[in-house]
């Protein structure tokens, strides 16, 4: 009792104080260790060059190096392609089990298999997607046999930019629906109807109030996709052997064994990457504010 | 004349597209699924077996990693339970100024994926550790040590898990109107102890649950980081193992779906809302 | 004339019936209310009017047009929604002209009527702003003006007030009143308010569990209430168990004393008659040529521009309603009283 007493007496409501922030600290100094001082050191150790000095020389070598650049540029078309196809199907998806008419029951079902199949990223979906559409993968044989195509004969490869891609989406597709039905809940009955009392068929709503409304959620969503394309490695690494050097790829490769001879230049790809990441968060946050203010 | 009019009102309404975008769906999630399922019952020649299942779990290493993951996963959660839970309610409770940074902090995650964060752990950790501009030497490097590297590991699947973990705190310490039973805690004399282990954590327990089970599926299939500290987890032994061998890891990672599966499941039962999302890896 | 007409509309939703058998004629420019409390289907028939749910039988026709199955943008009925449901996405006078735009009509039309709505509802300066920055009572004239801007047939409102504020419910009811007059448009409104139902409708249909219980002007269903249930809805209503004594004479009996009421026919509350008068009708004292019972105080309470008074006469216990005023001689509890009331003012159900 005397303990919380004096508690109360010491932190005095009108100033809240400084004190009030130690109890942050435990939260702050995980950050700091763990989080701040490994990106710091990338951060710092990119502007080092091998003599200790600051500079920004492995910036240009980042530049004029074309493997490099060529694995950024791969990352980011790969991570593009799967953030707008997984976005538009993902928000197919979504509405079709949100305001699409589907029957009640098959919504929670989408639902939690997102959860699971969004999960399911890395090694064991590297495994599930050979088994079904590489060499000897079921759908591979099943078109072979059916139809008579064969899928590789006609330039298919699942260790190839194409396969990563299709094999991306199996974690682009969930995330966007986990995120774009409570969006398309958000877009009230009443808007519609209101719409259709007003004389709007279905695509005069869609196109002057639904997608409107709900293009900052989709094109946020959308972001949010890339940069979890971008950042992937365990499942391209599993799939591909690191045969397609995606940004990711590289990194993985120059923290093994430092293929480059020059850390510096290791950090400053690292240190890109983060860049990169940065910018699309900070587009995905400018487009949530926008969507919080229409919808309540 | 009436039936006609409802029989085309209702056609209309039929919902074409929709069934057409959730079949595709389904497709696509379900092949891979079962491919995998398929395959990995197969191991006997012509013959549907658990074969591949037996050899799989009889593996000692199988074990031995399983359960390393599994105890790194409690330990990550205890120590995230630990550190998120207090410092979201405090924030709640006293200081609503830190809230944006603190929602900054748990966004860092995804901007430094993990394959940077290791990167970045091992860049500091990997050396040892001195007083600047000395050379007193404070700590040292953290790898070298089977401890030090596992204090690494979790310290980073914390990282990793840490945006879920707090959404779903901060969701759930909202849903529970905190402030009030704080107050009314304090007013019957609990001490800030009592009041986090008897009154916060207990109401907070489906949150709690979902984040875990949450957590316990990142760290079970994390890959990135445990490999690139030479740790004896689950993820990178079923990467080496899908190097030698084509049946069990099949069966491993159907394995693993079920386990995911059932993990988001409870989360599903627990929550009984919107599924929980951890991205890629 | 009749403008709207509801025939045998029934609607049940998965063999729940939620409206049952109703029948209403509208008549061009007519204000009409439907009062009832919540689940009594009046929302669920308004929707079917607007074309939102389909009547699982029965037939609307609206200027003689059969309108039951038709789509509902193309009924040209104008709806205001409880929630507003203004497109936070665009201006108000976006909002306002959206009607007209879907319709094609040229750009400059649609300005000109925008201002006319705008200025009707006394937002002229508003046009650029969007929902969001508008308060609750703004945005629903927003709404209503948008409803009226593309010349609507029939204007239905759904609850329009529930969301806003005592006070400017008050103001908006009678805006919308005023409005609904001078454009003279036929107007259905659907409300659980009653306060709000009698005093800007032309008639009231009181709903009650999916049928209708009376349909009348806001004197007749208040004053002439048809069954125990419009009685009791709308306004206060005592009902007192009685004893009746002489049937052709009205005579009954309350406890040990007897009150004269208006000839009861056979069919009338046969098992347990209960008499039924308002709180307003009863007066403090005795008075000739009226009936007059003896009762105790059992609490008084204060209601600002009324004082309550609980009475217990003979065990049954009476509500009375007296205008408050400065030097007000009110009774004390435990204080025997009497009352009076006339005899029209009472009535057997």
Known sequence: ?296 | MKRAFNLRYSLRRFPFWSWLWFILGALYFILPLYATLDFSLRMKRGVISLQAYSSAFSDPQFFQTFLFSNLMALATIFISLVLIVPTCYWIRLRVPAARRIVEFITLMPFVIPAIILVFGLIAIYGAPINIPFTSINLLAPLTESDLGTNLLLAAGYIVLAMPYMYRAVDTGLQAMNMRALTEAAQSLGANWFTIMIRVIFPNLRSALLSGALLTFAIVVGEVTISSFLNRPAFGPYLWLLGQHRSYEPAALAFFSFLLTWAAMGLIQLVSGGQGQVSGAH | MTYLSISNVSKAFSNTPVVSDFNLEVDKGEFVSFLGPSGCGKTTTLRMIAGFELPTSGVIRLENEDITYKAPNQRNVGMVFQSYALFPNLTLAQNIGFGLDVRKTPKDMIQVRVNEMLALIHLEEFGKRYPHQLSGGQQQRVALARALAIRPRVLLLDEPLSALDAKIRVELRSEIRNIQQKLGITTIYVTHDQEEALSISDRVVVMGLGHIEQVGTPNEIYNYPKTEFVASFVGQLNLVPVAVLNASQGLVRIGSQTVQTQQISEKVGSDHPSLAVRPEELHLGHAEDANNLHGKVDTITYLGAIVRIRLDIDGHFVSMDLFNERKLALPKVGEPIEIHFPVHACWLL
Do not use: C
């Open chain 1, 1 to 296: 009792m005397t303990a919380a007493a004096s508690a109360t007496q010491i932190v005095k409501p009108r100033q809240p104080g400084f004190i009030v922030w130690l109890g942050l600290i435990p939260f702050f100094l995980f950050a700091v260790l763990f989080l701040f001082l490994p990106s710091a050191s990338l951060f710092i150790g990119s502007l080092t060059d091998n003599a200790g000095h600051f500079s920004l020389v492995h910036f240009y070598e980042l530049f004029a190096a074309p493997d490099i650049l060529n694995a950024y540029w791969l990352s980011i078309s790969i991570s593009a392609v799967t953030a707008i196809g997984g976005g538009i199907f993902g928000f197919l998806l979504a509405y079709s089990v949100t305001v699409g008419g589907l029957p009640k029951a098959l919504r929670p079902a989408l639902i939690t298999f997102s959860g699971v199949a969004s999960n399911f990223a890395g090694v064991p979906l590297a495994f599930a997607f050979v088994a079904t559409v590489g060499r000897t993968g079921l759908v591979t044989a099943l078109l072979k046999s059916v139809f008579g195509i064969n899928i590789y004969n006609s330039g298919f490869n699942l260790y190839s930019f194409a396969g990563l891609s299709v094999t991306y989406m199996y974690f682009q597709f969930p995330l966007m629906v986990l995120i774009m039905a409570p969006a398309l809940d958000g877009l009230r009955r009443e808007w519609r109807e209101a719409a259709e009392n007003l004389g709007a068929n279905s695509t005069q709503y869609w196109w002057k109030v639904g997608l409107p409304i709900l293009l900052p959620s989709i094109l946020g969503t959308m972001i949010l996709l890339f940069g979890n394309a971008f950042g992937a490695y365990a499942t391209a690494y599993a799939l591909t052997g690191g045969a397609l050097p995606i940004i990711t790829i590289q990194i993985g490769a120059e923290i093994r064994g430092d293929v480059l001879h020059n850390v510096g230049l290791g950090y400053a790809m690292a240190f890109g990457m983060v860049i990169i990441m940065a910018i699309s968060l900070i587009g995905y946050s400018m487009l949530q504010r926008m969507t919080e203010r229409w919808i309540r």
